[in-house]
């Protein structure tokens, strides 16, 4: 099974920056859709992006359009979330999964992953 871990989430202003990481090991991305999500405390997990295996086609949720990129690094088996101008309201855990498929399409559906991370805190508060 895929194994997934999450990094560099931390205590940001509003405004602020932050940029995750995701390391996928034993198998290579390039049959792996990988998506974000995010929970916040009392709340469902929502799905926040996605970028395919094949072709790096992307998908993102509405409420982080224009201010979260994802992208992935094919050789170091790794994908990004760049997350821009956040507000208090992107506080939560974020996780990163993943599900096979030759696609080059990814879902924003949890229920379609199913291998995950144990998630990063990210609080934007000031």
């Known amino acids: 099974q895929l194994q997934l871990v999450e990094s560099g989430g931390g205590l940001v202003q509003p405004g602020g920056s932050l940029r995750l990481t995701c390391v996928a090991s034993?198998?290579?991305?390039?049959?792996?859709?990988i998506g974000w999500f995010r929970q916040a405390p009392g709340k469902e997990r929502e799905a926040i992006s996605c970028?395919?295996?094949?072709?790096?086609?992307?998908n993102y949720g509405d409420s982080v359009k224009g201010r979260f990129t994802i992208s992935k690094d094919n050789a170091k088996n790794t994908v990004y979330l760049h997350m821009d101008n956040l507000k208090p309201e992107d506080t939560g855990v974020y996780y990163c999964?993943?599900?096979?498929?030759?696609?080059?399409?990814?879902?924003?559906?949890?229920?379609?992953?199913?291998?995950w991370g144990q998630g990063t805190q990210v609080t934007v508060s000031s």
């Open positions: 034993p198998y290579t991305l390039e049959y792996y859709a």
């Open positions: 970028i395919s295996g094949k072709d790096a086609v992307t």
């Open positions: 999964a993943g599900y096979w498929t030759y696609k080059s399409e990814c879902r924003m559906t949890r229920e379609d992953y199913d291998s």
